[in-house]
């Protein structure tokens, strides 16, 4: 029979086992399956003109593949992420990543708009599985003051396949079509699969003093919490998401506009490059510093820094750099509260955190949403102004959710 956890061991006894701490080789395949699936998500929008022309559709249209990704994302991601909690992580991984390259090849096979489209929704739901649970297969193994690196480093995947990834697939399908570059994918995707299998044996999901709160009584929340709890928590991530996103979505637009689009190149270098470096030295901050006092912080950096590029704006080398100090603050932010998602909820910290991905989701399609008319009415500046007050709110409610103990 199993010693109770509060025995003293008899001499003689081994000590309790504990997981072993998270491997580098785990971390790199964690890392890659970010940018790829990241690469897949944000090499779409370069490709849009190719698409266009190949369906014999407008850009307008062609979009909706986008959007019906993002929704798909959005929905799906709770769901999912519940099912993961409940089941084998591991295998919801692997199946995950088997439908994503399954939808890749129909991408790439689509005869026509329509096909494409359901692809499209298809890959969105594979991909609402795969971030989530890679970042709490790796998290849950990682020390605990560690963990927030972790997440950083994981992360950084999705970030760089945003400068890197979605660049060069675009170069790719210039030069071979845009076909192939989902076949790639495809392949690539494919090929995680059996690493993956072999990468995650089972371990005992650590305790909390959160997760005892919230397991005192059915609910629909993650551990018997509440939907209140839920939504709180990843409200702060919605609110960031819609600040970040105004100012990004439309900076090559707002540059355009004022006869400086030949920088943007150099501004989207500035950007995420601060952007890696922000995330990475943001978990490390959470895991030495503490997750909540890190989420906040970085909020109101975000704050100020977004009404310093909107003063910068638009001379070329000032922008750059402010640009750079704005992205390095608020990619910072994301890391640290995925560790407070997780150490509150480690039980449910795939439910978490797909609920987190959602809600990131939402934020940028509400930037653009939102910011569009914004931007047309008002100009470029007020637009961060205004995106720079979404961050203040997100401070808030990240306070409000740590008194509320979410």
Do not use: K
């Not at 990543?97 to 298809?122: E, H, K, Q, W, Y």
């Not at 969105?124 to 972790?150: C, D, K, M, N, W």
């Not at 506009?257 to 943007?264: F, I, L």
């Amino acid at each position: 029979m199993q010693q109770p956890a509060s025995a003293s061991p008899e001499p003689g006894d081994a000590p309790p086992s504990r997981p072993a701490d998270i491997t580098a080789g785990q971390v790199v395949l964690a890392w890659v399956t970010q940018f790829l699936v990241g690469t897949d998500l944000f090499v779409v929008s370069p490709l849009l003109p190719e698409l266009s022309r190949s369906f014999h559709v407008s850009l307008s249209q062609v979009g909706l593949t986008i959007t019906s990704f993002s929704l798909a994302y959005v929905i799906a991601a709770p769901l999912l992420g519940r099912v993961a909690d409940r089941t084998d992580r591991r295998l919801v991984l692997v199946a995950a990543l088997a439908l994503f390259s399954a939808a890749n090849v129909g991408t790439a096979l689509a005869p026509d708009f329509a096909t494409l489209l359901i692809m499209r929704v298809i890959a969105g739901i594979a991909g609402a599985a795969t971030g989530p649970t890679v970042y709490t297969l790796t998290s849950l193994r990682a020390r605990p003051e560690h963990r927030g690196q972790v997440l950083a480093i994981v992360g950084s995947g999705l970030l760089t396949s945003l400068w890197v990834g979605a660049p060069l697939g675009a170069l790719l399908g210039t030069h071979v079509g845009w076909r192939q570059v989902f076949v790639i994918l495809a392949c690539s995707t494919a090929v995680l699969t059996v690493p993956h299998l072999r990468a995650w044996p089972p371990i005992e999901t650590p305790a909390s003093p959160a997760q005892g709160q919230r397991q005192t009584g059915p609910g629909p929340g993650p551990e018997g919490g509440s939907v209140r709890d839920t939504l709180l928590a990843v409200a702060v991530t919605t609110c960031w998401a819609l600040a970040v996103y105004a100012l990004y979505t439309f900076l090559a637009v707002a540059c355009d506009a004022h006869g400086h689009g030949g920088d943007v190149p150099l501004l989207l270098v500035a950007y995420g490059v601060g952007a890696v470096i922000g995330g990475l030295t943001g978990g490390r901050a959470a895991d030495r510093l503490g997750a909540q006092l890190v989420v906040t912080g970085t909020l109101l950096g975000t704050a100020g820094f977004e009404v310093l590029v909107a003063l910068a704006f638009p001379r070329t080398l000032a922008l750059a750099a402010t640009l750079a100090l704005f992205a390095l603050v608020a990619y910072a932010m994301f890391p640290a509260q995925q560790r407070r998602l997780v150490d509150r909820f480690p039980a449910a910290a795939t439910t978490m955190l797909s609920w987190n991905n959602s809600a990131l989701f939402i934020g940028l399609s509400l930037a653009g949403f939102l910011g569009g008319p914004v931007l047309h009415s008002f100009g470029y500046p007020t637009l961060l102004l205004s995106a720079a007050g979404f961050a203040v709110l997100a401070a808030a409610l990240s306070r409000l959710g740590a008194h509320l103990g979410i």
